[in-house]
């Protein structure tokens, strides 16, 4: 299996607080790889040093072996043309419509005409599900459901055809069928596109559902990765805590 | 004592720490307006939601500046029987001083404020982010636009103050003062040189400068929750109101052996 993103040795800190030390992680091509964690730990922010969004003060981060850290302006542009992010409250520009968040990246990156783009827009709302409807492509995201805002938010993301797509919290704020409804959306897709799909997410059974592996986040780095069914069966107190829903920290209450 | 003084270094090298980063993120911003494309569109944009938006506030603002500097000049002036002399006075202080400060200092500060709130809540709902992870430079897509804008606005502004300025107080001298109003006129215009206009838009343009990039530096500098804008946006009213100042400073000084 190719390795698509390698953090080795990574170091991260915000000021005095310490969000990775010594942090190594490998994620291979075509799998769906989640990573579980405590609320604050820094989950959100390995999506974001892969995309190269913040830097690092030690360590590597590898995109197909080549540093994101010391990627210049138009290899990052180059970077995020292949690796595409659906952000946790979906991030939908509130000044466009949803037809002109689609096809924000396709402006930035192709020189499709408006007609291609159109049609490449349709594909993809049809793909996430919120299908052709006129009404719904000249909406400003405030006239939208959370839901629907997820679906726009994921349309986006992929109408550029990324080989890899980050999810920060895909199903956060959520009511449950439509949790269902974005965890489907992720299997297919990456079933569909042939995506590398890297999941940050609270929400268990979707992890154990979409994943091919999980990672659990502790004390700064990645000790424990395995299938789901090995997380699931973990023999090690603080995942199965976390994966039942109880603070490895209260344990002696 | 120490401590003391450890404040006074902490604030003094914020405040060098906070000038260099936003000299920085300036020179990025001119740095990317150079670059294809050149987004012309999204500046003239910019200039329409800045510029033209500003106006209710600008009409007022010359007005009511003209009138009330012609009415203190008068009245000094008339206890000396030197009330004709109301255009001359007025001229000078208003086009090289008053109307490009309080410009900046009202309609400036209301667009750095507007830029900072928009900015802040694109910041906190993680739009810029998501800008950068699109494959856009958003220095080149929010930054460049508003620096743009709001350094071509301002002085156009200033013209448009200028002139209300003028009309504001001609009606003053004409009715509280039996000044004449052509007569006010001819003696405001006669009272200025090519270098008081010049000096005066120079102040505009350095001012739309500065409310330019402190409303968008601000705005990208603000931390996480919706708190952070309020107090993002408090800040900028505070940062573009000294800065103007000082830059008023700086500029009369350079001006006035000149002019």
Known sequence: MTVVFELKNLNKRFGDNVIYEDMNLEIEEGETFTIIGGSGMGKSVCLKLMIGLLPYEGGHVLFKGKEVGDMNRDELREL??????????????????????????????????????????????????????????????????????????????????????????????????????????????????????IVVTHDMPIAFECSDRIAMLSNKKFPYIGTPKEIQHSEVEEVRDFVQGRYYEDKDD | MLSWLESIGKAIRDGVEWAGAMATMFLQAVGSGFRRPLGIYDIFYQIVALGVRSLPLATLMGVFVGMALTWQFGEALMSFGAKNAVGSAAALALVRELVPTIMALTVGAKIATGMTAELGSMKVSEQIDAIASLGADPVKKLIWPRLAAATVALPLLCVYGNVLALGGGAVIADKVFDVPAGYFYETYVDELYPMDYISGLVKATTFGMLVGIIGCFQGFQTKFGTEAVGIATTNTVVATSVSILVADFILTMIFLPVG
């Open chain 1, 80 to 197: 995020r043309r292949h690796v595409s992010m659906v952000f946790q409250a979906g991030a939908l520009f509130d000044s466009m419509s949803v037809l002109e968040n689609v096809t924000y990246a396709l402006r930035e990156h192709t020189k499709m005409s408006d007609p291609e783009m159109l049609e490449r827009a349709k594909e993809c709302l049809d793909m996430v599900g919120l299908g052709y409807d006129p009404d719904i492509i000249n909406r400003m995201p405030a006239g939208l459901s959370g839901g629907m805002r997820k679906r726009v938010a994921l349309a986006r993301s992929i109408a550029i055809k990324p080989e890899v797509i980050l999810y920060d919290e895909p199903t956060t704020g959520l009511d449950p069928a439509n949790i269902n409804r974005i965890g489907k959306m992720i299997m297919k897709l990456q079933k569909e596109l042939k995506v590398t799909s």
